[in-house]
């Protein structure tokens, strides 16, 4: 029989809606670090971003049986995670938010849109900042999901109901809002 830690997440969701619960940890140990850098980069506290990925894999394991074989796994959990997102804010449990710059390295834009940010550019550091944070909601999302958490345009797709091609037309869009709003800040 193959280790539970070399199967794929889709066979790992199979085991666990057959109540073999060490799957869920599994499952945990590969997506804990990315959720927790989800909620992080945009803006939670690190405490808070630790309690929503708890919350998260309480739902997966909740709601384990509403998994459907076949479906991409990491959009239904990246599914899960935009509803306990939801279901934070609503509760107006919103903690005082974290400057997430000395969290993570940051990207730069450029002329010719977005590149990797070295530590020679740092002074450029708080205007991508004060950049993302003004990106509305659902374009600061799409861009951490398909950037940062490195998630297929299909994968997006199916998360958020729409065709591959939308999601492309919405990175676009994001990117080119934040480029402006980067470069308004630059200017000013």
Not at 54 to 62: D, L
Not at 65 to 87: C, E, H, K, P, T
Not at 107 to 117: A, H, I, P, R, Y
Request: glycine share 4%.
């Amino acid at each position: 029989m193959q280790r539970t830690s070399n199967l794929s997440d889709e066979e790992l969701m199979g085991q666990l809606a057959e109540d073999k619960l060490d799957a869920a940890a599994v499952l945990f140990q590969r997506y804990r670090v990315s959720l927790f850098n989800f909620f992080l980069r945009q803006g939670h506290a690190r405490e808070v971003s630790e309690d929503l990925v708890q919350s998260i894999f309480e739902r997966v394991i909740k709601y384990r049986q509403s998994y459907r074989r076949g479906m991409a796994f990491r959009a239904w959990l990246y599914q899960i995670a935009r509803n306990v997102q939801a279901d934070f804010q609503r509760q107006g449990s919103n903690k005082v938010k974290e400057d997430i710059s000395k969290y993570e390295n940051h990207l730069e834009l450029s002329e010719n849109g977005l590149m990797g940010l070295g530590l020679e550019r740092e002074e450029n550091l708080a205007q991508m900042e004060k950049a993302m944070q003004q990106l509305p909601k659902d374009q600061l999302e799409i861009l951490l999901m398909t950037r940062y958490q490195r998630m297929k345009y299909m994968e997006v797709a199916e998360l958020l109901g729409c065709t591959e091609g939308a999601v492309k037309l919405k990175v676009f869009r994001a990117l080119q809002q934040l480029r402006s709003l980067y470069f308004k800040l630059q200017k000013s």
